[in-house]
C-alpha cells in the first residue's frame, strides 16, 4: 500500500492508495486513480474522474469530450493497455505549488511507458485538475521517433 500526504486547504493529509502503482514525484489522488482504474479496464469509471466539460485529447486523434464519449473511446482503443506511468511533477511556480495562471486549475506532467501485446512506447500525460480534483484534460503524446512509430504498423 502506497501512503501520499497531500495538501488539502487549508492543511496536509495522509491517503492510503491500496496499489503498488508507484509515481515518482506525484501526491494527488485522482491521478492514482487515474490510472488505476485504466489499467483494470474500468473505463466508465475512468471517465467519470473527467469534469462533465473535461476531454481527452490521444495522439493522431480529434479530442474525446464527455465523460459518455471518454469512456466509449477507452472501451474500444484502451482495451488490454498496460499504462505504466513512471515520474512526473507538478508545474509549480517559484518553487510553490500553484495552479495555472488566473485559473483554479493545476496541471501534472507524467513520464512513462504504454504497453500492449505487440509493442511498449514512451508516453507522457499532461493531465489537468480543477479545483474540485476532477479532470478537465488528459494530453497524451507518444514519445517515439518516427522510425519507432513506423515499426508499430502492420
Do not use: H
Not at 482495451?79 to 505504466?84: A, E, H, I, L
Not at 507538478?90 to 501485446?117: C, E, F, H, M, W
Request: charged share 25%; proline share 3%; aromatic share 10%.
Amino acid at each position: 500500500m502506497k501512503t501520499i500526504t497531500v495538501l488539502a486547504q487549508p492543511e496536509f493529509r495522509t491517503i492510503d492508495l491500496d496499489t503498488s502503482l508507484d509515481i515518482d514525484g506525484i501526491y494527488e489522488n485522482t491521478i492514482y486513480q487515474y490510472f488505476i482504474r485504466l489499467n483494470n479496464g474500468e473505463f466508465m469509471e475512468t471517465a467519470q474522474l473527467f469534469a462533465e466539460q473535461g476531454c481527452l485529447n490521444p495522439p493522431f486523434e480529434n479530442s474525446i469530450a464527455g465523460r459518455e464519449a471518454i469512456a466509449r473511446y477507452l472501451e474500444k482503443e484502451a482495451k488490454g493497455m498496460n499504462f505504466c506511468p513512471e515520474r512526473g511533477e507538478t508545474l509549480t511556480k517559484v518553487g510553490l505549488v500553484a495552479p495555472l495562471k488566473n485559473s483554479d486549475r493545476t496541471q501534472y506532467q507524467i513520464q512513462g511507458k504504454v504497453k500492449t501485446n505487440f509493442f511498449t512506447v514512451n508516453v507522457s500525460w499532461s493531465i489537468e485538475l480543477n479545483a474540485a480534483k476532477e479532470i478537465m484534460a488528459v494530453d497524451v503524446k507518444l514519445l517515439a521517433s518516427i522510425n519507432e512509430l513506423l515499426s508499430f504498423r502492420s
